[in-house]
């Protein structure tokens, strides 16, 4: 069993940085691959980043690639999203979620999710 925590959401301008965290419970955190996801109002949670367990591989939605960069600190169990040059598209909650599927790009890859936090550029 993992939980999930995310932290460090917001409001910010154009072009400015967040840097997203999700603190993972359970001694196992290292063996799962994570993801993160976002959800705007009136649309479906899309993919948006996703690092293999031992943190060598990383994925990227077209949207963000360049300017978002997910990494993680198994020694702390925890995952981050540094996000740069935000736009008011990338307002949404953003989730991450923990498992050990390889079709990171789906949400049923992920067996654990956590409760979101919410993002807003304003232009």
């Known amino acids: 069993q993992v939980q999930l925590v995310e932290s460090g959401g917001g409001l910010v301008q154009a072009g400015g940085s967040l840097r997203l965290s999700c603190a993972a419970s359970?001694?196992?955190?290292?063996?799962?691959?994570m993801g993160w996801f976002r959800q705007a109002p009136g649309k479906e949670r899309e993919f948006v980043a996703h690092?293999?367990?031992?943190?060598?591989?990383?994925y990227y939605a077209d949207s963000v690639k360049g300017r978002f960069t997910i990494s993680r600190d198994n020694a702390k169990n925890t995952v981050y999203l540094q996000m740069n040059s935000l736009k008011p598209e990338d307002t949404a909650v953003y989730f991450c979620?923990?498992?050990?599927?390889?079709?990171?790009?789906?949400?049923?890859?992920?067996?654990?999710w956590g409760q979101g936090t919410q993002v807003t550029v304003s232009s």
């Open positions: 979620a923990a498992g050990s599927g390889v079709e990171y790009r789906i949400r049923r890859a992920y067996d654990y």
């Open positions: 359970g001694r196992t955190f290292n063996l799962y691959n």
């Open positions: 690092i293999r367990w031992s943190g060598g591989i990383t």
